[in-house]
C-alpha cells in the first residue's frame, strides 16, 4: 500500500475494522483526472478508495457531491450503486464497496429499461428532497438558456465524432432533433433567461454514460461515479 495512502487511512480515527499491515492498494488504470481511484484488498473485502482532486476557488466540491449522493441512494433504499463504508471531508476521499462486474460492451434494450428504471427511482425519491439548501451538480445548469447551450454542444459533438452511417445519428437526425427544435421554438425569450425555479429540479446523476455502469455476474446494471450529481 502506498505509504500516503495508508496514512490517510491510519489517520482517520472513526475508520476501524482495517488490518493495514495485510491491505494491498491497486491503482485502477482508468482514474480520471477528476479523482483517484485504488482497488483495497483486505482479508476479508474489495473496496474503492477514491481520492479527489484539489479543487480552484470557485469550483463545487466534487467530494460533497459524491458523498451526498451515496447517502441520498442509502436514504432512499435505490439499490445498484456502490454503498458507503467511510468518507472524510479532511482528507477528501470514500471509501465504498467494491461492485464486481464488466463494461458493457452494447447498448441492449435491456441496459436501457434498467437505466431508466434507475433514473426514475431517482426522480421519485428526490420530490422529498428539503429544497431550501439544496446540492447543485457540479456543472449544473440553472437556465433554459444553459440548458440548450449545453444539448447544442452536445448534439455538434456527436455529429462531429460519430460516423454518420451510425444509429445513433439516425435517432438524432429523425427523431431527437425534430423535437427538440418544436422545443426551441415555443420556448419565449423571457423563460430562456429565467432561472429554473428549484421546485422543477430534480436530482441527477449527471455523467449517465456506459463508462459509468458496470453489468454484474447476474447480467443485472450497476452504476458508478458521481461526483458530478447534484
Not at 38 to 65: C, M, P, Q, W
Not at 127 to 148: G, H, M, Q, V
Not at 166 to 173: D, G, T
Request: charged share 25%; net charge negative; proline share 3%.
Amino acid at each position: 500500500m502506498s505509504s500516503d495512502l495508508r496514512k490517510l487511512i491510519i489517520n482517520e480515527p472513526d475508520l476501524d475494522g482495517f488490518d493495514l499491515e495485510k491491505a494491498t492498494i491497486v491503482p485502477l488504470s482508468h482514474s480520471g483526472v477528476n479523482s483517484n481511484i485504488h482497488i483495497v484488498n483486505t482479508n476479508d473485502r474489495r473496496l474503492i478508495l477514491k481520492k479527489f482532486r484539489t479543487l480552484s476557488d470557485g469550483e463545487r466540491s466534487r467530494y460533497d457531491a459524491e458523498n451526498f449522493a451515496l447517502d441520498f441512494f442509502e436514504k432512499y433504499n435505490i439499490r445498484f450503486v456502490p454503498q458507503k463504508v467511510f468518507s472524510s471531508r479532511k482528507s477528501n476521499f470514500i471509501l465504498m464497496t467494491f461492485i464486481e462486474g464488466v463494461k458493457p460492451d452494447v447498448f441492449s434494450s435491456q441496459i436501457a429499461n434498467q437505466a431508466i428504471e434507475f433514473l426514475h427511482m431517482i426522480h421519485t425519491a428526490s420530490l422529498d428532497l428539503n429544497l431550501s439548501n439544496p446540492i447543485y451538480a457540479t456543472e449544473a445548469f440553472l437556465s433554459a438558456k444553459e440548458l440548450y447551450q449545453q444539448i447544442d454542444n452536445r448534439i455538434d459533438n456527436f455529429y462531429t465524432n460519430i460516423p454518420d452511417q451510425s444509429p445513433i445519428i439516425s435517432f438524432l437526425r429523425y427523431q431527437l432533433e425534430p423535437f427538440y427544435k418544436r422545443l426551441r421554438g415555443i420556448t419565449s425569450g423571457k423563460i430562456l433567461d429565467q432561472k429554473i425555479d428549484i421546485s422543477h429540479m430534480t436530482f441527477s446523476v449527471v455523467d449517465f454514460g456506459l463508462n459509468n455502469y458496470i453489468l454484474d455476474k447476474d447480467n443485472l446494471l450497476n452504476f458508478i461515479d458521481f461526483e458530478f450529481s447534484g
